[in-house]
């Protein structure tokens, strides 16, 4: 099992909450969170819509601030990280990697230039070779394609090697599989915790799948912003 080798925490939430609207209209859509995934764990996260899965996603990706509460990323406290001149653009673009629904790729680049893109705003090598990455996701053959003469399944494939060009320690995957039948959600999804595992990357999966949470290391439950365990052992039950 992966978390056998794992030797950190990569995020760590204390107490974490975020409120939104004001006075009557006030919500708390992560409400004194706590919340650790160490290196090489793959976790799952489910519950209904609204219940704050987004905005944890969100705060873990320091793509918005807590109103209380800490927020570490590697080890780094993302409110000690100045915001100005960009640092918290910098830090994200090279420690935390996205897969989002149905790959979100760019239209006009072919799957080798969507990573290459990745690696030059993330001041990577000039060297820099996208190949191994997409033959690691098995997308190597299909590197001159555009994303229109791609499947669902192979735009998600070109989605995770883009995730993994700055070598992140911290994935945040929002509902991969909306867009795909089960045989490839389950292919997916195997192949994100694979990934995971064998590069050591600390990966966050919110799904509403419940079919592919199996491939998880454990699973939490959001409902009304709180975190709860969803099911032990769910990787051995499911097999």
């Known amino acids: 099992m992966a978390t056998e080798h794992a030797i950190k925490s990569a995020l760590s939430l ?52 807590a109103d209380s509460g800490t927020v570490e990323v590697l080890g780094q406290d993302l409110s000690k990280i100045g915001r100005s001149q960009g640092k ?63 499947s669902g399944g192979e735009r998600q494939r070109v989605g995770i090697a883009r995730a993994f060009v700055t070598n992140p320690g911290l994935l945040l995957v929002d509902e991969p599989t909306s867009a795909l039948d089960r045989s490839r959600s389950q292919q997916i999804v195997a192949l994100l915790a694979e990934q995971s595992h064998e590069r050591g990357v600390a990966t966050i999966m919110v799904t509403h799948d419940h079919d592919v949470i ?26």
């Open 14 to 65: 204390r107490s974490v909450t975020v409120e939104l609207g004001d006075g009557d209209s006030k919500v708390r859509p992560l409400d004194h969170v706590d919340f650790e995934v160490a290196s090489g764990e793959f976790v799952g996260v489910v519950g209904p819509s609204g219940a704050g899965k987004s905005s944890l996603l969100a705060v873990a990706g320091a793509l918005l601030q």
């Open 88 to 150: 918290l653009a910098k830090f994200r673009l090279r420690n935390i990697g996205f897969v989002f629904q149905s790959g979100n790729l760019i239209p006009a680049l072919n799957s080798a230039d969507q990573l290459r893109l990745v690696n030059k705003l993330s001041g990577g090598p000039t060297s820099f070779d996208p190949l191994p990455l997409l033959d690691a996701v098995g997308m190597a053959h299909k590197a001159k394609n555009l994303p229109g003469q791609l």
């Open 214 to 239: 199996g491939h998880c290391d454990r699973v939490v439950e959001m409902v009304d912003g709180r975190l709860s365990a969803f099911e032990t052992n769910v990787a051995a039950s499911a097999h």
